[in-house]
Nanobody, 124 residues
Framework: QVQLVESGGGLVQAGGSLRLSCVAS????????MGWFRQAPGKEREFVAV????????YADSVKGRFTISRDNAKNTVVYLQMNSLKPEDTAVYYC?????????????????WGQGTQVTVSS
């Protein structure tokens, strides 16, 4: 059974940091592209960052320079999102997702598997 399980969300003050984790299991994800998306109340889900199976990364302009995506394929695939200099507008539910294709993909409908999400709240 394929599972993507996120953790690490919480409440933080503006300027603070959080690190999200996503454990992917149930199949071999080492060659999958792994992405992070987020959805704020009343808004559409938006792309945050992606890392390809070969380690290429791509970020949304809104998080570039503040967020860092990385992955560890040692056992299960674990994907991290280090979030620094957090802003209130970063408040959202953050979702981990996996896609079979090559390269970096920023379009949600091209992803094959999704986690349940973890809440990140940044207070001003």
């Amino acid at each position: 059974q394929v599972q993507l399980v996120e953790s690490g969300g919480g409440l933080v003050q503006a300027g603070g940091s959080l690190r999200l984790s996503c454990v992917a299991s149930g199949r071999t994800f080492s060659n999958y592209g792994m992405g992070w998306f987020r959805q704020a109340p009343g808004k559409e889900r938006e792309f945050v960052a992606v890392i390809s199976g070969s380690g290429d990364t791509y970020y949304a302009d809104s998080v570039k320079g503040r967020f860092t995506i990385s992955r560890d394929n040692a056992k299960n695939t674990v994907v991290y999102l280090q979030m620094n200099s957090l802003k209130p507008e970063d408040t959202a539910v953050y979702y981990c997702a996996a896609h079979r294709g090559y390269g970096v993909v920023a379009i949600a409908r091209q992803y094959d598997y999704w986690g349940q999400g973890t809440q990140v709240t940044v207070s001003s």
